[in-house]
């Protein structure tokens, strides 16, 4: 299957990326530093519930160490920076808010660098690239989640019921997972599914496991390899005449 650039109108409500990443510095160093950027300069700050409970609880509990504790947002709420003392994620929120592959990237590497202008020589620890489709009917021809190429059976028979499907597939490098759900089985975290969404499509790409990068170039190569997996992942859903109908020429 050729892979399209992209769609005329993209199904994308969220786009973000996360790293998760060690430093030397103290953690009232770290965010400091991370929250002064000029870039964000009007975007709003918010504390994030976590921030009341102390670094030493959270720093040893592997379910807390790597959670956001502060956010800042522009006018819109179409930007997101979220970070904490060893996590940062920028996201790029809302339906047909995402601005193509071409200038979100740059934004990216924008926020990222931050890490390495201003702490000290900051490790990657793990890095995910995550797209969240909302499939909405009269839009992108798709008007259930079984018109997707996919066919789910249960004793041979083909169910035709909401599901919520979850698979992985993986190489040396990265690891994507896709989960195709309907809606009944979905809560956005970041404001609500769009009206006629008929399925969601959520493909994440993470790096392997005991992944280790120090440097800003080595985090983009890999975060463009990772959009790339996610595009053949997304794109092998969709049946071949929607495409047909919604790719650019």
């Not at 998760?20 to 504390?47: H, M, N």
């Not at 200038?103 to 900051?122: D, G, I, M, S, V």
């Not at 909302?134 to 798709?142: K, T």
């Amino acid at each position: 299957m050729v892979t399209p650039n992209k769609l005329i109108d993209d199904a994308i409500i969220e786009a973000v990326c996360l790293l998760q990443y060690e430093t030397s510095d103290l953690p009232e160093v770290t965010i400091g530093r991370l929250s002064d950027l000029a870039t964000w300069k009007e975007f709003a700050a918010q504390r994030l519930p976590l921030a009341d409970v102390p670094y030493p609880i959270r720093g040893n509990d592997t379910n807390l160490k790597y959670q956001p504790i502060y956010s800042l947002k522009n006018a819109d709420n179409s930007r997101v920076v979220q970070f904490g003392e060893k996590v940062i994620s920028y996201h790029l929120i809302g339906e047909k808010k995402y601005c193509g592959w071409s200038k979100f990237k740059p934004e990216l590497n924008e926020a990222f660098a931050t890490l390495f202008e201003r702490l000290t020589t900051p490790v990657i620890r793990r890095i995910s690239l995550r797209y969240i489709n909302a499939v909405v009917s009269v839009r992108h021809h798709i008007t259930n989640v079984h018109e997707l190429n996919l066919d789910v059976r249960v004793n041979d028979v083909r169910l035709d019921c909401p599901i919520n499907l979850n698979y992985i597939s993986n190489d040396a490098t990265h690891i994507t997972t896709t989960r195709v759900a309907h809606t009944d089985f979905v809560q956005i975290q970041n404001g609500s599914l769009p009206a006629g969404t008929s399925a969601v499509v959520d493909v994440e790409v993470t790096t392997p496991p005991n992944y280790s990068a120090s440097k800003l170039t080595e985090i983009m190569e890999w975060i463009e390899g990772a959009h790339t997996k996610e595009k053949i992942a997304f794109f092998k859903l969709i049946p071949k005449e929607v495409l047909e109908k919604l790719k650019e020429n």
